[in-house]
């Protein structure tokens, strides 16, 4: 049924674009945050002590009492749409393009680019007679969080035919760097967006917010949904040798994220430390079947000792049809592992999160779409970009 609301909301923008100028959401938009926000859960905490509020809450995954099984059930949807709802690309976008150029430099890099290029190949996107302007795609997730672990237990869901959530999404894209997102799910939403100059995020417990850093775009795209933008985030890439992913046998490039881009990203106590992005190309077909990234975040609040969070996500990329010419992933599974240690000797916790997501519609070029559809909220733009 929710599904089913969801895909009424998504066919009117399209029937708007091609009647008359419009936005293509009722209410505005807003995006995501990668591991512990530094804003919390909660507007009334301050900022020194948002992230001890962060650890506690998430902590709580693992107290499974029969006694609040509504509270769990809260704190993981929470934990669900925070990590897993709208998270962003390691690396900032650059202008789209429809070929890699080769390059007289390092080995590895060289072998990086000859790859990008037969991925391009393969997706079709060398050959479209006319560049992808712009994008929609509306499909439908599933996730659930699966298993918590501590020093002293591993703590796994039960029956999770039970406890898994589902729920849909819609996405508009504008080359090369707007983007908005709205995500219905478990009788949440959550609204995520960038108009190339601010990249915001609204959820129902935090607020808006507008993320620091460079802009990004949505790690959603680079799922097989958008070739040019993956082709640019690999395009300074190592080729780090191969590997077999299922039944393919992949050539494996590696992107670690400058210390520039880490720097700007992090925020008061929060510290990025490290982001790696790997991606799998089949050798037999071209194709981007398996993406992973990790970051690593070391979060100091006044007079506590340092913990440290890092947040794995794994995917895989199937199901790739041809629309307009391009070939399009349709399906996938992510898993993300949050893992926190640090603080106590001896002390850690393990969170286990997993989503399948499925497109149902896309479309390239779609008439009528103006930079009108991508204005930020009204308090993001009357605030600093410091709160984040």
Not at 81 to 92: D, H, K, N, S, W
Not at 272 to 290: A, E, K, N
Not at 326 to 344: C, D, K, Q, W, Y
Request: charge should be neutral; glycine fraction near 6%.
């Amino acid at each position: 049924m929710l599904f089913q609301k969801k895909h009424d909301l998504a066919v009117q923008p399209i029937r708007a674009i091609r009647s008359a100028s419009m936005k293509p959401f009722g209410e505005t938009l807003a995006p995501l945050i990668e591991g512990p926000t530094p804003q919390g859960f909660e507007n009334q905490v301050k900022k020194q002590g948002s992230v001890r509020h962060w650890i506690s809450g998430h902590l709580s995954l693992g107290k499974r009492s029969r006694s609040q099984p509504d509270y769990d059930k809260r704190t993981d949807l929470k934990l669900l749409l925070e990590v897993l709802g709208a998270p962003l690309a390691p690396v900032p976008i650059r202008e789209p393009v429809s070929q890699i150029s080769p390059c007289h430099c390092a080995l590895e890099n060289s072998s990086a680019n000859y790859i990008l290029q037969q991925y391009l190949a393969a997706t079709g996107a060398t050959k479209l007679q006319k560049p992808v302007q712009n994008l929609y795609a509306m499909g439908r997730v599933t996730m659930i969080a699966s298993e918590f672990e501590t020093v002293a237990e591993v703590v796994r869901t039960r029956n999770p035919s039970k406890a898994t959530e589902s729920g849909c999404f819609v996405l508009w894209q504008m080359v090369p760097n707007m983007w908005n997102l709205e995500l219905a799910f478990a009788g949440s939403k959550i609204h995520a967006g960038s108009n190339g100059k601010i990249v915001w995020r609204h959820t129902p417990w935090s607020g808006t917010h507008a993320a620091k850093g460079p802009i990004r775009p949505l790690r959603r795209a680079l799922q097989g949904l958008d070739p040019r933008t993956i082709a640019n985030t690999f395009v300074s890439a190592r080729c780090d040798g191969e590997k077999k992913i299922g039944e393919d046998d992949c050539f494996v490039l590696k992107l670690t994220v400058d210390p520039e881009t880490l720097a700007a990203r992090s925020d008061g106590p929060a510290e990025v430390i490290r982001h790696v992005l790997f991606g799998y190309f089949s050798q037999r077909t071209g194709l981007l079947v398996r993406i992973e990234d990790s970051h690593l975040t070391r979060i100091q609040a006044t007079g506590e000792g340092a913990a440290y969070w890092e947040t794995t996500i794994e995917s895989t990329l199937e199901d790739y049809r041809v629309v307009d010419g391009l070939n399009i992933a349709h399906a996938g599974v992510s898993t993300v592992t949050l893992f926190r240690f640090g603080e106590e000797a001896m002390s850690h916790t393990k969170t286990r999160m997993e989503e399948v997501w499925f497109i149902e519609e896309v479309a390239l070029n779609v008439p009528g779409l103006s930079v009108d559809s991508f204005i930020p909220p009204v308090d993001i733009i009357k605030r600093p970009l410091s709160n984040c």
